[in-house]
């Protein structure tokens, strides 16, 4: 381990849990979501990463969604967060009960807006219910739908069932985005080798109906040819 890595290590945890710990202190709703976008922009400004949206034209500036995203890197939810600052929608991000007990993401996960999934729970109708409940406030739902950050060598790996049925449970229409940079590679190059800035592009998809019955994954490798 690199220098230059374990001073971002360090920097890294230290940022998250002081913005966990503004999120704990914050009751706001608004005042929240705004500084979830402060700590996403603060650290991939750390990094000198710059978000560039594809089709940004296809972007709703507001409305509640159930927003679909590939996922290979652990600043994906950074990157989602500051290509919708330009917009009205507000969401909470489904996370694993293992994001909620970690040490380095754990207080910022639980106070920053977002549902837990527990997996192992024998009975999933609280978390369905706590979607419901955050829809009803007008709120959309974040998802991660290939269940877990994909570390193969392929653009996408398979879908789950569940963003489909959270969508047709709360008659979301499925906004879906595409991170088409491989974003773990351009982290590793910004914390071991880089020094200048480095972009991301991100794709904004075509909404998709809740009602359509094409499986979520065709209908999102269609729209971004995977």
């Known amino acids: 381990m690199n220098l230059k890595l374990i001073s971002m290590a ?14 704990k202190n914050e009751k706001d709703k608004e005042k929240k979501m705004l500084l979830r976008l402060e700590y996403s922009e603060t650290l991939l400004k750390k990094l000198k990463l ?16 159930l927003l679909v995203s590939n996922h290979r890197s652990i600043i994906d939810p950074l ?15 489904i996370a694993k009960k293992e994001l ?26 609280p978390f369905f219910k706590d979607i419901k ?6 709120n959309s739902i974040y998802i991660f739908p290939e269940g877990t950050r994909n570390k ?3 653009p996408l790996s398979s879908f789950k069932e569940g963003a489909r049925i959270i969508a047709l449970k709360n ?8 991170i088409k940079t491989n974003a773990n590679e351009v982290l590793k190059e910004a914390i071991n080798k880089r020094v200048d800035e480095s972009t991301i592009d991100i794709q904004i998809g075509d909404l998709i109906d809740y009602k359509d019955k094409t499986s979520l994954e065709e209908n999102y ?6």
């Open 10 to 23: 360090f920097y890294s945890t230290y940022i998250t849990n002081k913005f966990g710990f503004l999120l």
């Open 50 to 65: 710059n978000i560039n949206i594809i089709n940004k034209e296809k972007l709703p500036q507001d409305g509640k969604y």
């Open 133 to 138: 409940d955050v829809v009803k406030e007008e």
């Open 152 to 154: 193969n060598n392929t």
């Open 171 to 178: 008659k979301l229409a499925i906004l879906p985005v595409y």
């Open 100 to 125: 909620y007990n970690s040490f380095f993401f754990g207080m910022f996960t639980r106070n920053a807006g977002s549902i837990l999934l527990d997996r192992e729970a024998k009975n999933m109708a």
């Open 79 to 93: 990157i989602i967060e500051t290509a919708l600052k330009d917009t009205n929608i507000k969401g909470f991000w």
């Open 221 to 226: 490798r269609k729209l971004f040819d995977l």
